[in-house]
């Protein structure tokens, strides 16, 4: 009975997996904060996506770790073709074709300042990093991504975007605009994993502040009009209300990030015997798709994937 009126159901094929690589061959390092979530070589992260769309998942959403020296305050290894993520993004479409590869277009994993523009006097300078993240963008297709997903919350840049794809013949190249984007305590982790974090100031002068609703709906309408293919909202357990408003207000495809932080906090409960780490992660996913996301970002990807095969 329960089956048959259930309005919600959940399947891997909702899933893409964020996965952080790193140089090496048959390394895998784990990241202290997110327990069953590491760092890996190519080689590993082949081995990963291989197992992960066998599952069922769709996607896999790529982020570099690079080596301090590797960074600069433009972001220059971003455009390097033989760079680490276009090592792996060629990799991964060599050995698992048919995974969507979705990549990161944002300055900070580059940085020398760790933020995800340029920045002058302690400003970021929106105008000026947008040639950067088209040339980033481009960078990416070149190396076989299906889908670039923005995630520097730089005004104007998915039309800049678009614009450098499409000028260079990638207008099969989806982009997903991370939209609202808020400037989040919840994303530590991941920082952790990149060594990504600011070295000065913070990201509230680009990201959006935790307090706005309305916002979310002027970023969704610019976006929009510049020509994102997908929308996402980030985080997510604790912006469902946000989720929620984004389904409601376009037609475009809602995604949704359970970032580093909420996973976080699901592991250490369930390390310390406080949650059952099964049940609440798919209590999550549920959630996210019953508030309106088509498209789930979860490092629980391959574990909800492996509970819904049972
Ligand atoms: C950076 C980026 C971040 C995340 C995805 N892309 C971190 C940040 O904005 O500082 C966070 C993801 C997570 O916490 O899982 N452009």
């Given at each position: 009975m329960r089956a048959l009126v259930r309005e919600t159901t959940l399947t891997a094929s909702d899933f893409v997996l964020p996965a952080f690589v790193e140089e090496g061959v048959n390394r895998r390092t784990e990241i202290g904060s997110m327990p069953g979530v590491s760092r890996v070589s190519v080689d590993e992260l082949v081995r990963d996506a291989t197992e992960a769309y066998g599952l069922g998942?769709?996607?896999?959403?790529?982020?570099?770790?690079?080596?301090?020296?590797?960074?600069?305050?433009?972001?220059?290894?971003?455009?390097n073709p033989d760079g680490l993520l276009q090592r792996a993004i060629r990799a991964l479409k060599r050995e698992v074709p048919e995974l969507l590869v979705i990549t990161d277009v944002?300055?900070?994993?580059?940085?020398s300042d760790g933020h995800?523009?340029?920045?002058?006097?302690?400003?970021?300078?929106?105008?000026?990093?947008?040639?950067?993240?088209?040339?980033?963008?481009?960078?990416?297709a070149e190396a076989g991504a299906d889908v670039v997903a923005p995630?520097?919350?730089?005004?104007?840049?998915?039309?800049?975007?678009?614009?450098?794809?499409?000028?260079?013949?990638?207008?099969?190249?989806?982009?997903?605009?991370?939209?609202?984007?808020?400037?989040?305590s919840f994303y530590g982790p991941f920082r952790e994993a990149l060594d990504s974090a600011p070295?000065?100031?913070?990201?509230?002068?680009?990201?959006?502040?935790?307090?706005?609703?309305?916002?979310?709906?002027?970023?969704?309408?610019?976006?929009?009009?510049?020509?994102?293919?997908?929308?996402?909202?980030?985080?997510?357990?604790?912006y469902l209300d946000v989720v929620r408003l984004a389904r409601e207000q376009t037609h475009?495809?809602?995604?949704?990030?359970?970032?580093?932080?909420?996973?976080?906090?699901?592991?250490?409960a369930f390390r310390n015997?406080?949650?059952?780490?099964?049940?609440?992660?798919?209590?999550?996913?549920?959630?996210?798709?019953?508030?309106g996301a088509d498209i789930i970002f979860t490092y629980g990807a391959v574990d909800a994937a492996r509970l819904l095969a049972r």
């Open positions: 998942v769709k996607g896999l959403a790529l982020f570099p770790a690079l080596d301090e020296s590797l960074k600069d305050a433009t972001g220059r290894e971003s455009l944002a300055l900070d994993p580059y940085s995800d523009g340029l920045v002058r006097d302690g400003r970021i300078l929106n105008d000026e990093t947008l040639p950067l993240l088209a040339s980033m963008a481009v960078a990416q995630s520097d919350m730089m005004d104007g840049r998915v039309e800049a975007i678009r614009e450098a794809l499409d000028d260079e013949g990638f207008t099969d190249v989806a982009i997903c605009s991370y939209c609202a984007k808020y400037a989040s070295k000065s100031g913070d990201k509230k002068t680009y990201q959006m502040d935790p307090a706005n609703r309305r916002e979310a709906v002027r970023e969704i309408e610019l976006d929009e009009a510049e020509g994102a293919d997908w929308i996402l909202i980030k985080p997510g357990l604790p475009l495809p809602v995604a949704v990030y359970q970032v580093s932080g909420e996973f976080a906090m699901l592991k250490a015997g406080w949650l059952d780490y099964e049940a609440c992660l798919l209590e999550t996913l549920t959630a996210f798709k019953r508030a």
